[in-house]
């Protein structure tokens, strides 16, 4: 079935260690030839699959890697854009493929301020990976920015004496990765709302927030929506300030719920999200587009507390989420890359 001129697709990709071959990473670790030349194929199956017009990708730690897996794929040879934020090779970082023209872009190491509450002062002025922002021309008149984001683990983050069989040193190293994750969904938070308020163009947050869709540390950089018994000028100013998830959008649009990105202990969580503003929500009677489907990516994902089986290093232990987006009919591609 030939896909309609306004329809285009927007994904995320955790990527898990893009490293180049016979380079260590994370102290011992490394590819051989081989396992970097599966890891090639098997992300751009992946990327066939997805049919993604712009793609979100996290752990890149040679953007020389995603290079060397993109010039293979036919979605996005001859004229696409890469970006990447700080391919440094020390630590993952976040990237952007897009087949529309990406107009500018930043990349965000700071937060914009440092978290207060109640007089205590976290002491977390950084991102952990920084954050990339891009706005990308769909057409002569119309733009969309893009955030993609890579916020801290659930990893717990031990000090140098901390006896880490301890359960109450557990316990508050988790707690302390727990506040930086939401130290950073704070700060993405408040990035986003220069974007978000008083403004019109559509907004698309996506990324491994390391946390499902109803957490605390997530809700942070949606926003909640408004009570419902709000005067409509207060709900309409909300609204203004709002992300809503994909995820959320599928569950109304379908019976069947098989939104699942990673497994973990045998829980099927979802921590690979894309969010949009109030433009690409059909409910809003302004609005540009809208969400038409979300598709996940995650047959390859193995529960090892039932199977003897194990991902290999060359696949990625998240899913890969597609949201379709359909803009109205006077929005027509005119920069779009045909392949």
């Avoid at 946390?211 to 609204?239: A, C, N, Y």
């Amino acid at each position: 079935m030939q896909q309609k001129n306004n329809v285009f697709r927007i994904g995320s990709f955790n990527l898990l260690n893009l490293v180049l071959p016979e380079h260590t990473y994370y102290g011992k670790k490394s590819y051989t030839k081989e396992d970097f030349a599966q890891k090639k194929s098997w992300i751009n199956r992946q990327l066939l699959n997805m049919q993604a017009d712009v793609v979100g990708f996290q752990e890149i730690f040679h953007q020389e890697a995603l290079i060397e897996v993109l010039k293979d794929c036919p979605r996005f040879k001859g004229g696409t854009q890469l970006i990447v934020a700080d391919p440094n090779g020390e630590r993952p970082s976040v990237g952007l493929v897009s087949r529309f023209p990406i107009k500018d872009y930043s990349v965000i190491h700071s937060f914009p301020e440092q978290l207060e509450i109640n007089g205590v002062v976290l002491p977390f002025t950084e991102f952990s990976r920084p954050v990339l922002k891009a706005r990308l021309e769909l057409s002569e008149t119309q733009d969309i920015i893009v955030f993609v984001a890579h916020l801290k683990s659930k990893r717990p983050m031990f000090g140098a004496d901390d006896n880490q069989n301890n359960p109450l040193e557990l316990a508050k190293a988790q707690a302390c990765a727990l506040m930086v994750r939401a130290a950073e969904a704070y700060a993405l938070r408040a990035h986003i709302m220069a974007e978000l308020l008083n403004r019109d163009t559509a907004v698309v947050v996506m990324g491994d927030f390391n946390d499902t869709h109803t957490s605390v540390t997530t809700q942070l950089i949606s926003g909640e929506p408004p009570f419902r018994f709000l005067p409509m000028e207060k709900k309409l100013s909300q609204w203004d300030t709002l992300l809503y998830h994909v995820k959320d959008i599928q569950s109304r649009l379908s019976y069947q719920d098989t939104y699942y990105t990673h497994i973990h202990n045998g829980h099927h969580e979802s921590l690979d999200h894309i969010m949009v503003s109030q433009e690409l929500v059909s409910e809003n009677p302004k609005s540009m587009g809208k969400v038409a489907f979300v598709k996940v990516f995650n047959d390859h994902l193995i529960d090892e507390t039932l199977s003897f089986d194990r991902i290999p290093c060359w696949q990625s232990d998240h899913a890969q989420v597609v949201a379709t987006l359909e803009m109205r009919q006077d929005v027509r591609f005119s920069n779009k890359i045909n392949l």
